[in-house]
């Protein structure tokens, strides 16, 4: 694979050094520790029980176009492969693409690991609450469930059905008033209840107000997380903002500087190539664009021009003041509450791997992180994005010791940590030859992890961890 031609005509980023994995340190935790991804044992686990759901969300990606996602559920045989990381787990959530109250045996799975995990750990599982019941919820805390997340993205009737195709609300606040008592009956006051809502353009005023709703009805916290479009139909949906912050900065200081000096940079892409027919004024400005492309390089800032010039700061404000008042009544009603990014963090982190997270699929396979997970296409902005499944063995075949600790999951967790590579969402190359390739290989960076491009370690999706 031959890698692009860097120039100042078609790019407003390229790296100025390419660091090979092997170069770039890993730094420890904040009190000189090692980072729990190199511990000799996962401390945070991830088991997907089934991938069957009994409702077809249009934003989901079983229901988009060419999904080759596999329904099956979870073996006790297979779950047991797990024994020897449960003594040492900090968490457990047994949830993956499907709804875990359709396994039968998801009691037993949840018995099975309390008495084994310690005791200041904990077990959870996000669900959609359509099949939970009073005796179903006591079922899950004598088992030694800790805590649920419920799906709630509206306080609407019309538009929780819309979103939650199968659902109505009246389901949530059924499920609420059953956990609620089961709470009470089993004598567990220390069991959290929350909620997940998927932000987008159409119900981010409704936030706030589900904030309430759900406090009022017992719930403990809230997730929140963007919408990740598997179809082009939702890009439109996505509600936050395509460039960096520090990319947004630079941008408008030097916007500001445009506006002071009459320079207009709206036509930038129509006049950058006209060599020969420009005049004075649009060489003024491509030259203007161009000083602003070496500021943001010196700065290691990766900056895509078109999308900034098409940017909406009004929508950007708005979702900053939505989430402003979000803070502010999850501190007046007790909430605790995760809100995503507005725009993708310059500085990239990754939750699982840093956390020391596993995955396995329900057929037991092993994977490093939820981007991972499952094979899919997905889109940011107008992007099409392939996305392959990354395993490193099946419980089936070896223990999860032996597959953690192996050479090639260790060699990816630290490559992972390194946060050494490209920001190509705000790169003027994409879609470039090696992200946008149905199977990944590198990246520009040589890396031979596609964090470059991951949504989760831009800091836009949350997820119950």
């Keep these: ?32 520790t090692p980072q729990p991804a190199l511990f000799p044992y996962p401390s945070k686990l991830f088991v997907e029980t089934t991938t069957y759901c009994n409702l077809k969300c249009s934003m989901c990606m079983k229901q988009t176009m060419g999904s080759e996602l596999k329904e099956g559920f979870l073996t006790m045989e297979i779950f047991r492969g797990l024994d020897p990381a449960f003594p040492r787990a900090e968490s457990l959530v047994m949830s993956g693409i499907g709804e875990p109250l359709l396994c039968r045996e998801l ?22 609450g359509l099949l939970l019941d009073e005796e179903r919820a006591v079922s899950l805390m004598e088992a030694g ?31 609420f008033a059953a956990l609620a008592s089961a709470r009470e009956r089993c004598g567990r006051p220390d069991f959290r209840i929350g909620i997940e809502f998927v932000i987008m ?19 403990d916290f809230a997730i929140t997380s963007h919408l990740l479009p598997y179809d082009p139909a939702f890009v439109k949906d996505a509600a936050y903002e395509p460039n960096t912050e520090d990319a947004i900065r630079l941008f408008e200081s030097w916007r500001k500087r445009a506006e002071a000096e009459g320079i207009d940079m709206s ?36 900056l895509n021009v078109e999308s900034l010039l098409q940017r909406d700061p009004g929508w950007y404000a708005r979702v900053e003041s939505t989430f402003a008042e979000a803070r502010a009544i999850a501190t007046e009603q007790g909430l605790e509450l995760r809100l995503p990014a507005v725009a993708p963090r310059s500085d990239r982190a990754c939750d699982f791997l840093e956390g020391g997270s596993v995955f396995v699929s329900w057929d037991g396979k092993v994977h490093p992180c939820y981007f991972l997970w499952h094979k899919y296409v997905c889109y940011f902005t107008e992007r099409k994005k392939h996305v392959s499944t990354k395993s490193f063995g099946s419980l089936t075949e070896e223990g999860i010791m032996e597959i953690w600790n192996a050479p090639p999951f260790r060699q990816f967790r630290e490559e992972v940590l390194r946060h050494d590579y ?11 030859e090696y992200l946008y390739c149905e199977e990944f290989e590198q990246d520009c960076y040589t890396n031979t992890v596609p964090c470059g491009d991951c949504f989760w370690c831009m800091g836009l999706f949350n997820c119950m961890s």
Excluded at 108 to 122: E, K, L, N, T
Excluded at 202 to 212: A, F, I, V
Excluded at 293 to 302: E, H, K, P
């Design 267 to 302: 036509d930038y892409f129509k006049t950058a190539f006209l060599r020969y027919s420009r005049t004075p004024e649009q060489d003024r400005m491509v030259d203007f664009v161009r000083r602003m492309m070496d500021d943001a390089r010196g700065r290691d800032i990766f």
């Design 422 to 432: 490209p920001f190509c969402a705000n790169c003027n190359l994409i879609p470039c």
């Design 201 to 219: 353009r159409d119900n981010l005023h409704e936030l706030p107000s589900t904030l309430r709703w759900a406090a009022s009805r017992g719930a």
């Design 107 to 128: 009691e037993d799975f949840i018995r099975h690991a309390r008495a084994r995990m310690p005791r200041d750990s904990w077990i959870g599982f996000q669900s959609n």
């Design 1 to 32: 694979m031959n890698k692009p031609t860097w120039s100042i005509a078609n790019l407003s980023h390229a790296p100025s050094t390419v660091i090979t994995p092997a170069t770039a340190p890993i730094s420890p935790i904040a009190d000189g």
């Design 145 to 175: 469930l800790d805590r649920i997340c419920l799906s709630v993205d509206s306080v609407s009737p019309e538009t929780f059905s819309t979103v939650r195709e199968g659902g109505e609300l009246g389901d949530i606040d059924r499920a």
